[in-house]
């Protein structure tokens, strides 16, 4: 069996787009659960009268994305936990390609699905993500033509938690606690920050480009909202997860960047994201603290040398841009 979980907030124009693609998937040993985080737009009411089959847990108040699927996968039992955005089409057979590909090959712990652009069908938004010694996450093939190239099934660092599949297992030995995302980190890096933390305990994530998912890209966030986001979290990621050798090796990177992203909002300053992602890095530095006493909590799940492969070995390809 597998548990799909979908975290909605006021996305009631995006909903039946993303459930009338479930409903036509030819793999059927799956249920699917909306986590409402507080929505005002009768998201609740129409997901009731329209889709009976949907398991709705509607929570009170809005505390973002990462609080709203640790709800969902704690309110769940399935072997296979699937993740999936409001703002997506899946593709028919896009769930069986996915979580077949862990059946099939039980050394991977999290698989990754082939996200394209809901309005630019044959442009990719990610085929697998990476990450970087300079902090800075991305999607491998972002805003890229699709001609192939990443048609190959093959490992990636980890994947966009838009649409992914993970063993319930896996999550559990992940798991802060009572939390598999950490939910001081509110929406935004949240994957990245999983995706780290699976890579330091030796969990493989298997890119599959047969299960295919378009989005509509941030229909629910985006804005000044992910830019303060990405500006806070970033920095709070590596700060977190980053083993002491490749801090002591590439702080450098990582100060050069922050400051990269400082320069450009400065040189931006009368737009909102720019004022937003500055408000952001600021944010981050006040919350430092709080993450360097959760650093200490991982020390140890795995060496130095094998992070360090594991950023190396799926750093991005020339031209492919941060998250």
């Not at 801090?247 to 909002?265: M, N």
């Amino acid at each position: 069996m597998i548990d799909v979980i979908i975290p909605n907030y006021n996305g009631i124009a995006l909903l039946p787009t993303c459930l009338d693609a479930l409903r036509a998937q030819t793999r059927r040993d799956f249920v699917v659960t909306v986590v409402d985080d507080g929505s005002q737009d009768d998201s609740v009411a129409f997901i009731t009268a329209h889709y009976p089959e949907v398991r709705v847990i509607a929570r009170s108040r809005n505390q973002g994305l990462a609080a709203v699927v640790n709800a969902g996968i704690a309110a769940t039992s399935a072997p296979f936990v699937v993740l999936l955005n409001n703002d997506t089409e899946a593709t028919p057979h896009w769930l069986d390609q996915l979580v077949g590909a862990l059946e099939r090959q039980p050394q991977y712990a999290f698989a990754a699905s082939k996200l394209m652009l809901f309005d630019r069908r044959d442009y990719i938004h990610s085929a697998g993500d990476y990450y970087q010694v300079s902090g800075e996450p991305g999607s491998r093939g972002v805003w890229k033509r699709d001609s192939g190239q990443y048609d190959v099934v093959s490992e990636v660092f980890g994947p966009c938690a838009g649409a992914a599949a993970y063993r319930r297992a896996a999550l559990e030995l992940l798991a802060e606690g009572e939390h598999v995302f950490d939910e001081d980190l509110v929406m935004y890096c949240e994957d990245v920050d999983l995706n780290l933390r699976a890579r330091r305990a030796g969990l493989r994530t298997i890119f599959v480009p047969t299960a295919v998912v378009y989005h509509k890209l941030s229909a629910t966030g985006g804005g000044a909202l992910a830019s303060y986001y990405c500006g806070r979290n970033f920095g709070l990621v590596w700060a977190k997860n980053m083993p002491q050798r490749l801090i002591r090796r590439h702080w450098t990177d990582f100060v050069r960047s922050q400051l990269s992203f400082t320069l450009q909002s400065l040189r931006h300053i009368r737009e909102p994201a720019a004022r937003a992602r500055l408000r952001g890095q600021l944010a981050g530095l006040r919350q430092l603290p709080h993450f360097l006493a959760k650093r200490k909590r991982i020390v140890g799940l795995m060496s130095d040398e094998r992070l360090s492969d594991a950023i190396i070995r799926w750093s991005p390809t020339s031209g492919e841009s941060p998250k």
